[in-house]
């Protein structure tokens, strides 16, 4: 059930938004001509320790949803709520600080710093939170060995495969145990093998360590590690995206394959 107007979100709920409208330079209510539709009146939450999948085809709406959850943009409409601290009315500054102690992101692209060594792309947070060099080395180094990489901590990026350095941006992602990891199709470049690996090693964490994972793919494999799942479809949640108007009031949300219904409205 969405909360009304000016109230804080369950004290459950770890990650929670309400009503996200955001636009590609068009109306919020229409898709933008680059392919990737804005949000309109997306809800969702998300408690601590799960697992919540978005799906979709390309282009409706998964990427956009990720950077309004995780504070890379701010939503023209709605409210996105991180442990009951509103991130839609943070500044840049604060924003950045939350992404870079509180989550962690994994792209379909490692980004990895080619002049940096493989154990210090994966201890970046930590260094630039302001962990001590041996801190922040152990710790990445601990993950690049779970990972199976530990072996090449000392290399530079440019001497792994594709897969490896994807492993790299994982470790990155859960370095400093954060409280979300945002996934943006993270196991597309991989071939199965790997993307088995990545998505078990992600997983494991999750559940180990209590943290909470929003994946953004179209990957049916990837989709049944999670949870839930929350589907959208031109940047509206797929039951309501065919609807004229605005509904009377806020569905009960709705269940895929048997999973347990999901907070949504549009």
């Given at each position: 059930?969405?909360?009304p107007p000016d109230t804080a979100p369950p004290d459950n709920d770890v990650l929670w938004?309400?009503?996200?409208?955001?636009?590609?330079?068009?109306?919020?209510?229409?898709?933008?001509?680059?392919?990737?539709?804005?949000?309109?009146?997306?809800?969702?939450?998300?408690?601590?320790?799960?697992?919540?999948?978005?799906?979709?085809?390309?282009?409706?709406?998964?990427?956009?949803?990720?950077?309004?959850?995780?504070?890379?943009?701010?939503?023209?409409?709605?409210?996105?709520?991180?442990?009951?601290?509103?991130?839609?009315?943070?500044?840049?500054?604060?924003?950045?600080?939350?992404?870079?102690?509180?989550f962690g992101w994994i792209g379909p692209e490692p980004q990895l710093l080619p002049e940096?060594?493989?154990?210090?792309?994966?201890?970046?947070?930590?260094?630039?939170?302001?962990?001590?060099?041996?801190?922040?080395?152990?710790?990445?180094?601990?993950?690049?060995?779970?990972?199976?990489?530990?072996?090449?901590?000392?290399?530079?990026?440019?001497?792994?495969?594709?897969?490896?350095?994807?492993?790299?941006?994982?470790?990155?992602?859960?370095?400093?145990?954060?409280?979300?990891?945002?996934?943006?199709?993270?196991?597309?470049?991989?071939?199965?093998?790997?993307?088995?690996?990545?998505?078990?090693?992600?997983?494991?964490?999750?559940?180990?360590?209590?943290?909470?994972?929003?994946?953004?793919t179209h990957d049916e494999e990837t989709a049944a590690a999670a949870d839930r799942r929350?589907?959208?479809?031109?940047?509206?949640?797929?039951?309501?995206?065919?609807?004229?108007?605005?509904?009377?009031?806020?569905?009960?949300?709705?269940?895929?394959?048997?999973?347990?219904?999901?907070?949504?409205?549009?």
């Amino acid at each position: 059930m969405v909360a009304p107007p000016d109230t804080a979100p369950p004290d459950n709920d770890v990650l929670w938004a309400r009503s996200l409208h955001y636009s590609h330079g068009k109306s919020p209510r229409t898709k933008s001509a680059g392919g990737s539709p804005g949000l309109v009146g997306v809800s969702v939450g998300v408690r601590q320790g799960e697992i919540l999948a978005l799906t979709g085809p390309r282009g409706s709406g998964k990427t956009t949803l990720l950077r309004c959850l995780s504070g890379q943009l701010r939503p023209e409409q709605g409210e996105v709520w991180f442990n009951s601290v509103p991130v839609h009315t943070m500044g840049a500054l604060g924003r950045e600080r939350l992404r870079r102690d509180r989550f962690g992101w994994i792209g379909p692209e490692p980004q990895l710093l080619p002049e940096l060594k493989v154990w210090e792309n994966a201890a970046l947070p930590l260094l630039l939170a302001g962990a001590s060099h041996r801190r922040a080395k152990h710790a990445a180094c601990e993950w690049l060995e779970r990972l199976d990489i530990g072996a090449f901590a000392r290399k530079r990026p440019g001497a792994l495969t594709r897969a490896e350095s994807q492993r790299v941006a994982l470790a990155r992602a859960l370095v400093n145990e954060p409280a979300v990891i945002f996934g943006d199709e993270p196991t597309a470049p991989l071939h199965r093998a790997e993307r088995a690996l990545l998505l078990r090693t992600l997983t494991t964490a999750a559940r180990s360590h209590g943290i909470t994972v929003v994946l953004a793919t179209h990957d049916e494999e990837t989709a049944a590690a999670a949870d839930r799942r929350l589907a959208l479809l031109d940047g509206r949640p797929a039951a309501t995206a065919g609807a004229t108007e605005d509904p009377p009031g806020p569905p009960a949300g709705e269940t895929t394959e048997g999973q347990a219904a999901c907070s949504l409205s549009a």
